[in-house]
């Protein structure tokens, strides 16, 4: 390990993996698989920190910036508990619904602006008249701000 990535693993907790997750992987660590993304799947079995996670804890080491969207659909399903066998010890394959990983774009120019945004390039669509406010004695406002009962 370089300097660099000695550095990088002590001061971010978002690249990769942590000092403490190397430590503990190496620990207590059974390597279950990796997926496309070059992400690594472990488990520990046994007495745990926190007995509220169950008989088995699960973890994932990313590959690159830490983002639960890169996990596959197959692999979060293990993670979240939600099947017991991992996709590398059967058959998988994702069902035909089931779409490739997307990166999450929020916050590059590639990311999602609705209609009416102020970053979008549409223009908003006119209001049409039909909002009727909401009123904390349970009347509404007519025209001009004048109450109606």
């Keep these: ?5 000695f550095l990088l693993q002590f001061f971010t907790w978002w690249n990769g993996q942590t000092l403490g ?3 503990y992987t190496w620990r207590h660590g059974q390597f279950v698989g990796e997926d496309e993304f070059g992400n690594k799947y472990y ?5 745990l920190i926190d007995p509220s996670a169950g008989p088995e ?3 994932v080491i990313y590959n690159g910036e830490a983002d639960f969207s890169r996990v596959p659909p197959g692999w979060r399903g293990w993670l979240t508990h939600t099947v017991d066998v991992p996709p590398s ?3 998988y394959r994702p069902r035909e619904w089931q779409k490739p990983h997307l990166p ?13 945004s102020l970053l979008a390039e549409a223009q908003r669509p006119a209001a049409t008249g039909d ?3 909401w009123t904390p004695e349970g009347q509404t406002a007519g025209p001009q701000g004048t109450k109606t009962y």
């Design 89 to 91: 010890q059967e058959d």
């Design 21 to 23: 997750t190397r430590f």
């Design 1 to 5: 390990m370089t300097v660099k990535e």
């Design 131 to 133: 909002y009727v406010p």
């Design 43 to 47: 488990r520990a079995q046994g007495p």
């Design 57 to 59: 804890r699960r973890w």
């Design 104 to 116: 999450n774009m929020t916050g590059t120019p590639y990311a999602y602006r609705p209609r009416g």
